[in-house]
């Protein structure tokens, strides 16, 4: 894995590691650079103010701090500088090492409660701002800062996670159900010739489309959200944070998709969007389609 996370706040990383990989692999590939890894230290506001004050001289917290091993010569980047980085490769990584960079939790909760987004996202899009400070880019001139942005922006792409104009990590219901629609012309329903489109938005900020694929055997049929549900789990996704319904007329979910949806919901208050291609929707939670639900809490928890 390109990332080495060090975890050194309260509580469980989750598959914080995988994800950050994720993020970073996609920042490398787009500066043509392979085979180099980074640290991840994970830590709390004081910490990262000792730290700016001990390697910068800055008494100040703040939300992302980078340390590269490579000293890039003016105008260059990792793409750049290939002999640079081959002096780097450490063979107890098995990987050139681009140096490290800590993350400060607190911050990040703030930030991603002021963009509307998780928490994940935002270390994230923080670690894909420093995985470019270690190759090289820098925010100290207009221009560089449009470069290093214009990078940025690209890895979020790329990993599909949603930005919205103001540099945030959001996608809004609207978008979502958007989404939706686009799918729904891929449905298979020859039989019911009901069409329904259905998006994913799972919790780091991708979105899984799906629509309804029908059968001459009609009890095979699967509906769009456990078609996008699908494509989610396969792509690694556990966390559903939000789906969108699109449909020739407005239709809910399903009792069968309800309960699907119910095993990787973020929680009871995730919202489903529904409504007709095209046309307007209405917002709901999980728990208001699926009360006194049964989860899986209720066979891995107990005795
Ligand atoms: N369908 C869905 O895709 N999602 C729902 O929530 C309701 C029903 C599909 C299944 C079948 O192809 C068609 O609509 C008619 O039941």
């Known amino acids: 894995m390109p990332i080495d996370l060090q975890w050194e706040v309260p509580g469980d990383p989750g598959g914080l590691e995988t994800f950050l990989s994720r993020v970073a692999d996609a920042c490398m590939e787009l500066e ?28 100040q917290v703040t939300d992302v ?59 994230g899009y923080l670690t894909a701002h420093s995985a470019f400070h270690l190759m090289g880019y820098d925010h100290m001139t207009e221009t ?43 449905s298979y329903a020859p039989y019911s010739k009901f069409h329904v489109g259905a998006c994913i938005l799972t919790e780091d900020g991708r979105t899984f489309q799906g629509c309804n694929f029908e059968n001459a055997s009609l009890g095979a049929t699967i509906c769009a959200e456990r078609c996008a549900a699908g494509c989610a789990i396969a792509a690694g996704a556990r966390r559903f944070a939000a789906i969108a319904v699109a449909a020739d007329e407005p239709a809910w979910p399903c009792g069968i998709c309800r309960q699907v949806l119910r095993e990787f919901a973020v929680s009871l208050d995730m919202p489903v969007i529904a409504g007709r291609v095209g046309g307007s929707f209405t917002v709901k939670t999980l728990g208001d389609l699926l009360p006194e639900s049964f989860g899986p809490e209720d066979v891995l928890n107990r005795e």
Not at 40 to 45: A, S
Not at 47 to 56: D, F, G, H
Not at 103 to 120: F, I
């Open 32 to 59: 043509g650079i392979s085979g180099a890894c980074f640290a991840v230290r994970v830590v709390d506001g004081e910490t990262i103010r000792a730290l700016n004050r001990e390697q910068r001289g800055v008494d």
């Open 144 to 186: 560089d800062r449009r470069a290093m942005r214009a990078m940025e922006k690209r890895a979020m792409a790329a990993l599909q996670l949603w930005r919205d104009p103001k540099g945030g990590i959001r996608m809004t219901h609207q978008e979502l159900f958007n989404l939706a629609c686009e799918v729904h012309v891929n």
């Open 65 to 123: 701090l980078s340390f590269p091993t490579v000293r890039y010569p003016a105008g260059t980047t990792a793409r750049d500088n290939a002999k640079r980085l081959r002096r780097e490769y450490d063979p107890s990584l098995g990987a050139v090492n681009l140096g490290d960079c800590a993350l400060n939790l607190d911050r990040a909760r703030e930030q991603a409660a002021e963009l509307g987004h998780s928490v994940q996202r935002e270390l």
